[in-house]
T-cell receptor, first 117, second 111 residues
């Protein structure tokens, strides 16, 4: 089974609107971490936001928020007030055993977001 | 947050040659990770590099093809050996604190 599933290969959103990028995950670990990254055409991986499995509050970083629904095993990224510069690939990733920093990340297949005027 | 640099940023290489990619972190880290991203694909972990011990390779990756060095807590190298066009990818190094940060990547094209 896929550990990280991103079902939206591509999304369009109008400038200034909000958009939700979906991510579901599969793990039997009690302790894990969920990440979102942005990858523009330059290829760099830009860290956006992190949610630990024991965090009670949804993570927020500026215009990014993570809608964490633990029982449903979903960790959707919400981008508010979209900007043209938000056009990029977005990857959801999971690190199991998040209490330790030695564990690898498993990535989803990504969602390409296009922001339009 | 960690600042990670990589060299080279891109290269075009001939089939059968080798390329060594360098990764430098601005603080001491226990683990460094090397990922590959083939064109249009997601990231796949190649290996985990722990200072003072041999790297741990993921299924499908072997030391002879991707030798890794980790001489200290801030530096690592990945060599792509005996390259073929299928090795054309972005190679990214990463390190962990609570968040996990990536270097800017090395875009490799093999002709």
């Amino acid at each position: 089974a896929q550990k990280i599933t991103q079902t939206q290969p591509g999304m369009f959103v109008q400038e200034k609107e909000a958009v939700t990028l979906d991510c579901t995950y599969d793990t039997s670990d009690q302790s894990y971490g969920l990440f979102w990254y942005k990858q523009p055409s330059s290829g760099e991986m830009i860290f956006l936001i992190y949610q630990g499995s024991y965090d009670e509050q949804n993570a927020t970083e500026g215009r990014y928020s993570l809608n964490f629904q633990k029982a449903r095993k979903s960790a959707n990224l919400v981008i508010s007030a979209s900007q043209l510069g938000d056009s990029a690939m977005y990857f959801c990733a999971m690190r199991e055993n998040s209490a330790g920093t030695a564990s690898k990340l498993t990535f989803g297949t990504g969602t390409r977001l296009q922001v339009t005027l | 947050s960690a600042v990670i640099s990589q060299k080279p940023s891109r290269d075009i290489c001939q089939r059968g040659t080798s390329l060594t990619i360098q990764c430098q972190v601005d603080s001491q880290v226990t683990m460094m990770f090397w990922y590959r991203q083939q064109p249009g694909q997601s990231l796949t972990l190649i290996a985990t590099a722990n200072q003072g011990s041999e790297a741990t390779y993921e299924s499908g990756f072997v030391i002879d093809k991707f030798p890794i060095s980790r001489p200290n807590l801030t530096f690592s190298t990945l060599t792509v050996s005996n390259m073929s066009p299928e090795d054309s990818s972005i190679y990214l190094c990463s390190s962990t604190h609570n968040e996990q940060f990536f270097g800017p990547g090395t875009r490799l094209t093999v002709l």
